[in-house]
C-alpha cells in the first residue's frame, strides 16, 4: 500500500475539529522531529530486518505521548516470526497490535484508484 492510498484512505471520513492525521515516511535510522508526539501511530511492513527492530522500538517510543493510552499499530506481514519477535519486544516500552490481513481488504479498493498526481 502507498503512502498516498493510506493518506486518502484516512482523510475520506471527516474527522473531529480536534483531531489531527499525518501520513509520511519517517527513516528511523536518521534524526527526527521529536518535538511532536503522536496518540497512535501505524507501522507498516517495517518488521522483516530484524537488526533495526530496537531502533525502531526507540523511535516510536519517541514518537508517542507519554501516557497508557498511546499505542502502535503494525500492518505486516510475519515473515518467520519476525513481527511477534518484534511485539515481544515493544511490549515492554507500549502498547502495540498486529492488524490481522483481512481487515485490510478494503485497502486494497484504495490502493487500486489512479493516483492524481500521477
Known sequence: ???????RFLHQEPSSESA?????NLKW????????NYDAVIIADCLFFEDYHKGLVHTLKKLLKPKS?????IV???RGGSAERF??????????????????EVLKHID???DPLN
Open 1 to 7: 500500500m502507498s503512502l498516498w492510498s493510506l493518506d
Open 69 to 73: 493510552t498511546s499505542f502502535v499499530w
Open 29 to 36: 535510522t536518521e534524526n527526527f522531529d521529536t518535538s511532536v
Open 112 to 114: 487500486a484508484l489512479p
Open 20 to 24: 489531527s492525521l499525518y501520513v509520511g
Open 87 to 104: 511485539l515481544k519486544l515493544a511490549s515492554d516500552n507500549f502498547t502495540a497490535s498486529k492488524i490481522p490481513h483481512q481487515n485490510l
Open 76 to 78: 505486516a506481514p510475519s
